[in-house]
């Protein structure tokens, strides 16, 4: 099948390809695809007033249950604060000294004592393991003042990922009527969490090791997530309780390439509702690593001392999609090149497509030319100037 070619590869391939040999193949049972839309899905039995499960690598809803119902989320608040933390602490791991204003906040703790000082990074180990309200607070003071004009910045980033119904008062999460989330926000906020990977490996661990500069010592923190002992492949992310909220939830868990988020808000049993959810989860996903490296084709080279040109393929990104779904694969080239090309230039692509939308490309690009000949004319050379006199 041939068809024009009409995607931007590079400046000498859009401009004088002419068309496009395109492949198409059907591999439901080796490969899969996410649908464009999803199904009408089977339900859970979860005892969560509001969940929801995610495919963490695009965000997409798997499964829930009034998520986008606005609640109180407790401690999961720390997710952002820990983010926004670490965020600065990229670019200046400042150590920052603890005073008696900034221990003014009850609740769970990292044991923080006036005159201590600690860095901005064990801060935010403090909040993703023992869940330490002091150590919310503390950062809060350190990056903008204090609570009130951190919260500012805690909701400019909540609008920068979408989560447009959720208002943040507290770094800690302690309750408010203004502060609140929802399932659907919480979710998007832990994918993007999950994606920084300092706060990745912080909420991964059993236990965390902070140091501290005064006193010079280093304290052991145990993590609150009993699912990073109690569920395979559970890499984070945070508890939460207060009677207002009652119990919340979020986690994350990675098996066999596909990664999962899962939240609850106000779930009695949330470690057995968890588990019920990720499993139901990785029943549905698998990933699809796209990998041409093998691909090889000579293609006929015009305007050049060679004859013909090498096209090599190679491997691409990791895929979380569906198990039923099916994925076309095509090889999109020209049946041509025009010299001058150099090894590595981009001139084509093989895209993989559901529906007709493209999920993923691997790029197909120039090799060494196939062997110099003489300037004489081959037969693709002279079959191109014959239709290009055409047009004189």
Request: aromatic share 6%.
């Amino acid at each position: 099948m041939v068809v024009l070619y009409q995607k931007t590869i590079s400046k000498n391939f859009v401009k004088k390809a002419t068309a496009v040999i395109v492949t198409v193949f059907t591999a439901a049972s080796v490969f899969s695809v996410y649908p464009v839309h999803a199904e009408t899905k089977p339900e859970l039995s979860v005892s969560a007033q509001s969940a929801i499960l995610v495919n963490a690598v695009d965000g997409s809803t798997l499964w829930a249950k009034n998520a986008q119902q606005k609640r109180p989320m407790a401690s999961t608040t720390k997710i952002m604060t820990a983010l926004l933390t670490l965020e600065a602490a990229a670019c200046n791991n400042r150590v920052v000294e603890v005073t008696a204003d900034m221990l003014r906040v009850e609740g769970s703790s990292m044991g923080l004592q006036s005159g201590d000082r600690i860095s901005l990074s064990g801060l935010a180990a403090g909040m993703l393991s023992t869940s330490g309200n002091d150590a919310a607070i503390v950062a809060s003071y350190a990056l903008a003042g204090g609570p009130v004009a951190f919260a500012k910045k805690m909701n400019q980033r909540a609008q920068e990922l979408g989560m447009a119904s959720s208002h943040f008062v507290t770094p800690s999460g302690l309750d408010n009527d203004e502060h609140y989330s929802t399932a659907e926000d919480m979710a998007k906020l832990a994918c993007a969490a999950m994606k920084n990977e300092t706060f990745a490996a912080i909420t991964s661990r059993k236990s965390v090791k902070v140091a501290f500069a005064q006193p010079a010592c280093t304290r052991m923190y145990t993590n609150h997530n009993k699912l990073l002992a109690q569920y395979q492949g559970c890499i984070g992310v945070k508890t939460g309780f207060t009677k207002k909220s009652g119990r919340c939830l979020v986690s994350c868990a990675q098996r066999n390439g596909v990664r999962l988020i899962a939240v609850t808000l106000n779930a009695p049993d949330d470690w057995k509702d968890h588990q019920t959810m990720l499993d139901y989860g990785f029943t549905k996903l698998k990933s699809v690593t796209l990998d041409d490296s093998t691909y090889s084709v000579s293609l006929p080279l015009i305007g050049g001392s060679a004859a013909s040109v090498q096209v090599t393929g190679e491997a691409g990104s990791t895929l979380v999609l569906p198990k039923d779904a099916t994925l076309e694969r095509r090889v999109e080239l020209p049946h041509f090149l025009y010299a001058p090309l150099e090894k590595g230039d981009l001139v084509g692509q093989v895209s993989y497509l559901v529906n007709g939308r493209e999920v993923g490309h691997t790029a197909l690009t120039a090799g060494p030319v196939a062997a110099q000949g003489t300037t004489q004319q081959n037969f693709w050379q002279k079959v191109v100037c014959f239709f290009q006199s055409l047009f004189r």
